[in-house]
């Protein structure tokens, strides 16, 4: 039963390094999405994707990048890390308006940029 | 700004207490969801609300949608250590893909 899988689970960046947080679900979901969760201001979306091939900005998405290329997978990338990107950050999959719309969330990557 | 507004921020009860958390908004939802996240983990879906004034029962958990779908709330009856967590109101994607989750409510039920 594996879900929605973030990995790594922690990381730590100095200012200026890139780096790639990885998802991957196994539900055959068409919906993807990465939000960031700070205290205090709940789950933020940064990006999301209704399908292979197809991306979109959410609320907060300078800073990051993401691709689509299956439907399984949708990595979330920062060129260049900022102190302002730490946070936790999780990824989630739904079926979308079709499927009632629940999300299902990975376990979350805290990444502290120093 | 956060599109959808949460009250209270933190709450604190004793067991066997009720208590009653709040998600508004000045828009209006086609649907509303709560969630709710536990530490070092993801939030679970705990009910969708889709018709306005609907109530809807989940064991101690009872969800209502207002009447001109733009709030909801969340009343727990008799709560217990176990409700602990964050409680989170957030539009369904039935409305808008880019809308992002409330803020949260902050719950702790000391045993």
């Known amino acids: 039963n594996a879900g929605v899988t973030q990995t790594p689970k922690f990381q730590v960046l100095k200012t200026g390094q890139s780096m790639t947080l990885q998802c991957a679900q196994d539900m055959n979901h068409e919906y993807m999405s990465w939000y960031r969760q700070d205290p205090g201001m709940g789950l933020r979306l940064i990006h999301y994707?209704?399908?292979?091939?197809?991306?979109d900005q959410g609320e907060v998405p300078n800073g990051y990048n993401v691709s689509r290329s299956t439907t399984e997978d949708f990595p979330l990338r920062l060129l260049s890390a900022a102190p302002s990107q730490t946070s936790v950050y999780f990824c989630a999959s739904s079926r979308g308006r079709q499927g009632g719309g629940e999300l299902f969330f990975g376990e979350g990557s805290r990444l502290t940029v120093l | 700004t956060q599109l959808l507004e949460q009250s209270p921020q933190f709450l604190s009860i004793q067991e066997g207490e009720n208590l009653t958390v709040y998600c508004n908004s000045s828009s209006v939802f086609s649907s509303l969801q709560w969630y709710r996240q536990e530490p070092g983990e993801g939030p679970v879906l705990l009910v969708t609300?889709?018709?306005?004034?609907e109530v809807k029962k989940l064991k101690r958990l009872t969800f209502q949608f207002g009447d001109a779908r733009k709030d909801s709330s969340l009343h727990i009856t008799a709560a217990q250590p176990g409700d602990t967590g964050l409680y989170l109101c957030a539009p369904g994607v039935s409305n808008d893909y880019k809308l992002s989750f409330g803020a949260g409510t902050t719950v702790t039920v000391r045993a």
């Open positions: 994707s209704v399908g292979a091939g197809i991306t």
């Open positions: 609300v889709v018709t306005g004034g």
